[in-house]
């Protein structure tokens, strides 16, 4: 599988306009954050084709920091804090939002020690291949550390919702994250993103069955 500029500015294009029609499901304040998802991979998939773009065409080389930081800030700062507060919003049985409340103060610490790492660290995103590949100074201890908070909180809590067709999206999360540590380990930050990005198209199907009213909220 190759990626490029082209293909992050595709996944964009197509995103955003999944993204408005999710948007267009929305009910209620509470939906917002979940169904802004595709919307927000959008973005993410924008700012990469321009670090496609600053690393390939010299031309574009003063993208480049801002391109970086802009697609690792959603990467490693937002999606461990937004993918379970958002799960927590659109949640209705009790029980289980106490589950995942312990998953979301999992991601808010990723976020913060992730904060941290990408202030005080040197990030280097480079092409290697058909993809980008992204590494930030860090310790061991921190990686795994990192590693399982962020995972808990991403790939964990969506399995904890009672809505309707979340435990697909959740499935083709683990599928996804399985295939790119199989296939694509040191792109890890670049193709899981992208692979995330392109599942976020179920988030319509999950927000049309709540204003059906077969969904939580």
Not at 2 to 24: D, K, P, Q
Not at 56 to 67: K, L, N, P, R, V
Not at 92 to 110: D, E, M, N, V, W
Not at 149 to 170: G, M, Q
């Amino acid at each position: 599988m190759c990626f490029s500029a082209n293909a992050s500015f595709i996944a964009g294009a197509a995103l955003t306009v999944v993204g408005v029609a999710s948007l267009s499901q929305v009910r209620k304040p509470a939906q917002l954050m979940f169904a802004s998802i595709p919307l927000l991979f959008a973005i993410q998939q924008v700012c990469e084709g321009f670090v496609w773009l600053s690393l390939s065409d010299s031309a574009f080389y003063h993208w480049h920091g801002t391109a970086k930081y802009a697609f690792l800030i959603f990467a490693q700062i937002v999606w461990p804090t937004w993918i379970p507060l958002s799960y927590l919003l659109i949640e209705r049985s009790l029980k289980r939002r106490k589950i995942i409340r312990y998953f979301l103060f999992a991601g808010i610490a990723a976020t913060l020690i992730l904060t941290y790492r990408l202030l005080f660290s040197t990030a280097v995103a480079q092409i290697n291949g058909c993809h980008i590949s992204y590494e930030i100074e860090s310790t061991k201890t921190m990686m795994i550390a990192t590693g399982i908070l962020y995972l808990s909180a991403i790939v964990i809590a969506p399995f904890i919702s009672s809505c309707k067709r979340t435990f697909i999206l959740a499935t083709a999360n683990v599928v996804s994250l399985t295939i790119t540590q199989l296939f694509f380990d040191v792109y890890l930050v670049s193709v899981w993103c992208f692979f995330a990005a392109v599942q976020s198209v179920l988030i319509f199907f999950v927000m049309r069955e709540m204003r059906r009213g077969n969904g939580s909220v």
